[in-house]
């Protein structure tokens, strides 16, 4: 399975991880509502870099 750049920071922060097209992905956290919450009053990210491509 590969990883994102992002992956450790994603377990840290306690991330329930699934496989995705290859790739070991972040599902979710603590829940929808703080995951809400957080977005709403910080920030929210969104890994994107399992869809990059080096040719």
């Known amino acids: 399975m590969k990883k994102t750049p992002l992956y450790e920071m ?3 922060h306690g ?3 699934v496989p ?3 790739w070991e992905m972040p599902l979710s956290y603590s829940g929808v ?4 919450s957080a ?3 910080a920030a929210g990210l ?3 870099s399992h ?4 040719e």
Do not use: I, L, P
């Open 39 to 41: 977005v709403r009053n």
């Open 10 to 12: 994603h377990v840290k």
């Open 33 to 36: 509502t703080d995951e809400h």
């Open 20 to 22: 995705f097209s290859g």
């Open 15 to 17: 991330a329930k991880q």
């Open 46 to 48: 969104f890994d994107v």
């Open 51 to 54: 869809m990059g491509r080096f």
